[in-house]
């Protein structure tokens, strides 16, 4: 059975960064596209960005492009999300994602339970 992990959420300021991680258990790591998406209260989850299952290709949602960077390590079954210059709009639980990949919510067939990232301003 497939699980994902999420952890290094947290309390940062306004302009500051944080580093999310994602293990990946239970399956063959490289076999997926990795994705990150985040639900702010009272909102729909949106896609964030997507990483293909070597790690060459990444593509990003215009509200990160430029701030936040998709990278994996299939030795160590793990995606991360290093986010920098970070905003108050960007609190929400950050969820990662595994499967066939792309923007879509529905083209990922497992989830991680989530972490918080809280920015203030």
């Known amino acids: 059975q497939v699980r994902l992990v999420e952890s290094g959420g947290g309390l940062v300021q306004a302009g500051g960064s944080l580093r999310l991680s994602c293990l990946f258990s239970g399956g063959t790591f490289s076999r997926y596209v990795m994705g990150w998406f985040r639900q702010a209260p009272g909102k729909k989850r949106e896609w964030i960005s997507f990483?293909?299952?070597?790690?060459?290709?990444?593509n990003y949602a215009d509200s990160v492009n430029g701030r936040f960077t998709i990278a994996r390590d299939n030795a160590k079954n793990t995606v991360y999300l290093q986010m920098n210059s970070l905003k108050p709009e960007d609190t929400a639980v950050y969820y990662c994602?595994?499967?066939?990949?792309?923007?879509?919510?529905?083209?990922?067939?497992?989830w991680g339970q989530g972490t918080q990232v809280t920015v203030s301003s």
């Open positions: 990483i293909n299952r070597s790690g060459s290709i990444t």
């Open positions: 994602a595994a499967g066939p990949g792309g923007s879509s919510l529905n083209r990922y067939r497992y």
